[in-house]
């Protein structure tokens, strides 16, 4: 499993938003805040939006809103919305059934690490990681030393 640039990014506008619940974000207030390119956010946000984590408001003041508790929103979610779901090899993909699985000595492995990530990614709730971040942020100090 790699975690593309695309799930990086989505991951980068999840922090950001979770810190800020209820605001509406524009795109490029999104970008330039987490040096994200506009082309790549606008695809991830609509990604977001179809998995039901975000909302797509139209018009002069629309954007993207929080529409999940950052609580309810983990890791995993956002990975799995954009990359697809965990899979650590093909006979770990349900639709993809091997026909040597049952005899398999490595088979029941990938499977648990394949369990393993998804159970570590869970346990990373946006709540948390967005004050992680925020308090981070606020606490560095200026190249100046102040």
């Known amino acids: 499993m790699k975690i593309n640039r695309d799930t990086d990014y989505a991951v980068r506008c999840m ?3 979770s810190g800020n619940p209820g ?3 524009i795109i490029g207030e999104i970008a330039k805040e987490k040096a994200i390119p506009e082309s790549f956010l606008a695809k991830i946000l609509q990604k977001l939006t179809r998995a ?3 909302r797509s408001i139209r018009g002069t003041n629309g954007g993207f809103v929080l529409v999940k508790d950052p609580r309810d929103i983990t890791l995993l979610d956002i990975v799995e919305a954009i990359n697809g779901k965990i899979i ?3 006979c ?3 639709q993809d059934r091997c026909a040597l699985m049952d005899d398999c000595p490595t088979f029941p492995i990938w499977l648990e ?3 393993m990530i998804e159970q ?3 346990q990373y709730e946006f709540a948390t990681l967005a004050q ?3 308090n981070n942020i606020t606490g560095r100090k200026t190249p100046s030393g102040e």
């Open 88 to 90: 650590v090899n093909k």
């Open 132 to 134: 992680k971040y925020n």
């Open 23 to 25: 605001k509406t974000f």
């Open 92 to 94: 770990t993909d349900i």
């Open 113 to 115: 690490i394949k369990q």
């Open 120 to 122: 570590r990614l869970r």
């Open 52 to 54: 039901g984590w975000l």
């Open 15 to 17: 922090l950001l938003m």
